[in-house]
């Protein structure tokens, strides 16, 4: 499975963007999703991800009440709505199927990681 991230940039603090991740040529809509950051220098961190059917969500702490993961199957494509951004925030995200263990909250319960996509939040 490819995954391709878009949807990053520049954006002063206080602002949103809308993060997508797409699937070309195969299908996700049967699987839970996840989306991670990572900024230079720290570890992998996740962010947040959504079941298969876009019923339940998990998020982090630090983004609990400004982001939002949300899902269209019918296109194929799991979003990350990304308000109130902080300095902080700043990192290349990128999203990655689900593919078992424990925690929806590990890195290693994920496969198929895309490129990701750069978001940086200026002061």
């Known amino acids: 499975v490819q995954l391709v991230e878009s949807g990053g940039g520049l954006v002063q603090a206080g602002g949103s963007l809308r993060l997508s991740c797409a699937a070309p040529g195969r299908t996700v809509s049967k699987n839970s999703m996840g989306w991670f950051r990572q900024a230079p220098g720290k570890e992998r961190e996740f962010v947040g991800a959504?079941?298969?059917?876009?019923?339940?969500?998990y998020y982090a702490d630090s983004v609990k009440g400004r982001f939002t993961i949300s899902r269209d199957n019918a296109k194929n494509t799991v979003y990350l709505q990304m308000n109130s951004l902080k300095p902080e925030d700043t990192a290349v995200y990128c999203c990655?199927?689900?593919?078992?263990?424990?925690?929806?909250?590990?890195?290693?319960?994920?496969?198929?990681w895309g490129q990701g996509t750069q978001v940086t939040v200026s002061s």
């Open positions: 959504i079941d298969w059917r876009g019923s339940t969500t």
């Open positions: 990655a199927v689900r593919i078992g263990g424990e925690s929806w909250y590990s890195p290693s319960g994920y496969d198929y």
